[in-house]
């Protein structure tokens, strides 16, 4: 590990528990990067995350950790970040995490504008039970719960997060890791909701049981699936077929919830004084 | 000194007005009759002083936010019923797993599901004890005044502070609907306990390191200390253990915690009982039916005392125990079909008779339904 990124980790944890191939480590990096990088106070930053895979991460760094329960991590974060609005409070979640059992609080976060950064770690499975669907896991895809197909549709994480109301939304990959730690950047000097998906692979569950190959294949398969939200303006809808945008999605800044919040405060303070 | 006013205010309110005078000043929660009214006062009340509210999505939702605003070091509570209490209850495992001080106040309602949500009930006895899954301590006190509703959503925040779990006060419709005339105590004539913050610098800080308190220090995140929280078993360095050794050992702990402090969180009320050949064992608004019943009892020249645990979880058991030893039999009037019953009962079955009073339609229990009982049994 890069020397300059070992204070940002608890080196005694590691090794991961992730499997060999897994794209979550790579994408935990991209977050230490992106701390380091945008020079946020260590000692006030908190991650939260849910259960899964991906919401082991946490474990793994050295910061106030909270790994909560299945889906509820942005529940919990919000009230960190309401109750001390001084904090940085980053959420790592899965898509069955997010989107699945904690939905409803992934579109409440989103529609408050609460000032949380929150990557989503989408390897298209329920990984830690072992491969179940997820609502992630695309028509026709094989898991354990979907052994002759999934015969559900998926949801579009951005579009679900701008619909929600999230202020920042954007996606990266495990193989353009530079991008996604920009974006995570971009994220973190947000104030708001910021959602970074953050497509991972998950060769043990999703790849081998979907004859994908192996971990460099599937990240070879996010290289020529993505395509950059920029250069795909430029291009016939033809040509964006099969593929997915990757890049900045989404930047509409609107009023945060927790400084709206202390405005209310201050009001009532003033009206006591009057 | 100053004097407070005497003033007419419902249960509800006294709940409200308790968290907010022991230091609360965090409060998550969903709308849900018959707790509600717990919520809107928070809602106004808060930012006042520069607390925060916030009406979540869903009762789960609620229950998560209260736990990581206690995490900051903030004194949190949450309200609710029925349903919403079902929801609640794997993020209050969660509570007693990480030891995050937090207040559940349940306004019991007539269930299961739906049920009736303007009905009077005490259908929630056994889930404070045991709605969450696994083995886990847990604290719950149970009001039969209005005031007593100030004074005992109080001691929960204390307990929860003091204990690192989370504590439920158990009101039922009745109680938080009830308006009673209250003088509430002075600011200063309040005890206040705040939970024990770290005495180690951050490099030396093991946050489930106990000494013989059995309650370890916690820090508040952001100070430095950097510490993790998981529901996981865990040593006492907080990451996770699956080693049998270190998981028994962690939950020896937890289930034993609060046993070394029985003296202070057991609470209960005895009325005539020194005498008494039958003993009444009634708690919540019940209790009121009892009460009025035991006086007219005794009118009548019958000897029938009131034992009523205040504190339910966990039960007073010695203090019933000694009180059964002396009577002919306990009755148990309660609005369920007989759940804390079967805790008396395993306590005095070989002391005495025992026999429950149970009715669940949403009326409460009469002290005349009170009264004939007791004669049944005498
Ligand atoms: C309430 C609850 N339901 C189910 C589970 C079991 N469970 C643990 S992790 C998980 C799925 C995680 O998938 P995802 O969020 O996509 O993360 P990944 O493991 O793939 O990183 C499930 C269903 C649980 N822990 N809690």
Redesign the pocket.
């Known amino acids: 590990m890069r020397p300059d990124l070992q204070e940002l980790f608890r080196m005694e944890k590691l090794p991961h528990i992730w499997c060999p191939g897994c794209g979550?480590g790579i994408i935990m990096r991209a977050i230490a990067e992106a701390i380091k990088e945008s020079g946020i106070d260590m000692d006030k930053t908190v991650i939260v995350s849910?259960?899964?895979?991906?919401?082991?991460a946490p474990g793994y760094m050295n910061f106030d950790t909270c790994h909560t329960?299945?889906?509820r991590a942005l529940a919990f974060a919000t009230g960190i970040k309401l109750a001390n609005p001084e904090l940085n409070v980053f959420v790592i979640?899965?898509?069955?995490?997010?989107t699945?059992?904690?939905g409803n609080h992934f579109i409440h976060a989103a529609r408050r504008n609460i000032d949380l950064n929150v990557i989503l770690?989408?390897?298209?499975?329920?990984?830690?039970?072992g491969g179940?669907y997820?609502p992630?896991t695309p028509t026709g895809s094989k898991a354990t719960t979907s052994p002759y197909g999934n015969v559900e549709r998926n949801f579009d994480i951005p579009t679900l997060a701008i619909a929600a109301g999230a202020s920042y939304v954007g996606r990266g990959t495990a193989y353009h890791d530079k991008l996604l730690k920009d974006l995570i950047i971009a994220g973190i000097n947000n104030k708001g909701f910021s959602l970074i998906e953050a497509i991972?692979m998950?060769p043990t569950?999703f790849g081998r049981r979907n004859k994908l190959g192996n971990a460099a294949k599937m990240l070879e398969l996010q290289k020529t699936a993505a395509i950059n939200v920029k250069a795909a303006q430029k291009l016939p809808p033809e040509k964006l077929e099969g593929k997915f945008l990757i890049g900045e999605l989404h930047n509409k800044p609107a009023p945060e919830f927790t400084e709206e919040y202390d405005k209310l405060i201050a009001k009532l303070r003033k009206e006591a004084e009057q | 000194m100053t004097v407070n006013k005497a003033r007419l205010i419902q249960g509800n309110q006294a709940c409200a007005e308790g968290a907010i005078a022991a230091g609360v000043t965090f409060f998550a929660g969903y709308p849900i009759t018959p707790s509600t009214e717990i919520a809107e006062i928070m809602s106004e009340e808060l930012p006042k002083i520069g607390g925060k509210f916030i009406q979540m999505e869903d009762e789960i939702g609620s229950m998560a936010c209260i736990l990581g605003a206690s995490l900051t070091g903030k004194k949190v509570l949450t309200a609710s019923s029925g349903p919403g209490i079902s929801l609640k209850q794997?993020a209050i495992g969660y509570a007693s797993m990480a030891e995050i001080p937090c207040v559940i106040v349940n306004v019991q309602r007539l269930g299961p599901s739906t049920g009736g949500p303007t009905s009077t009930a005490q259908g929630d006895i056994m889930q404070a004890r045991w709605g969450t899954h696994g083995d886990h301590p847990i604290i719950a006190l149970c009001p039969a005044t209005v005031k007593e509703c100030f004074d005992l959503t109080v001691k929960a925040v204390n307990f929860a502070e003091k204990f690192r779990t989370p504590v439920y006060v158990l009101l039922d419709e009745i109680i938080g609907h009830m308006r009673e005339k209250v003088i509430l105590p002075n600011k200063e004539d309040i005890e206040i306990v705040d939970r024990k913050r770290p005495s180690t610098k951050p490099g030396d800080y093991k946050p489930y390191r106990t000494d013989e308190s059995l309650i370890p220090e916690m820090a508040d995140y952001g100070t430095g200390y950097k510490w993790h929280v998981t529901g996981l078993h865990h040593d006492e360095t907080g990451f996770p253990t699956t080693k049998p050794a270190l998981v028994e050992k962690l939950m020896n702990r937890l289930m034993s915690k609060l046993d070394k402090y029985k003296e202070e969180i057991l609470l209960w009320q005895e009325e005539s009982t020194d005498d008494a050949e039958v003993l009444i064992v009634a708690y919540g608004s019940t209790a009121r039916s009892a009460l009025d019943a035991v006086e007219k009892l005794r009118e009548a020249g019958i000897k029938v005392g009131l034992f009523r645990p205040i504190t339910i979880w966990p039960f007073p058991e010695e203090a019933l125990a000694r009180l059964a030893a002396n009577v002919k039999g306990v009755i148990v009037p309660e609005m369920n079909y007989g759940q804390l019953y079967l805790e008396v009962e395993r306590i005095c079955k070989d002391k005495c008779k025992t026999s429950g009073l149970f009715k669940a339609n949403s009326e409460p229990i009469t002290p005349d339904e009170i009264i004939a009982k007791v004669r049944e049994v005498l």
């Open positions: 979550h849910g259960i899964g895979c991906s919401s082991r329960i299945h889906g979640t899965g898509d069955g995490d997010a699945a059992i904690g770690f989408n390897n298209n499975i329920y990984g830690m039970t179940q997820s992630l991972s998950c569950s | 794997e």
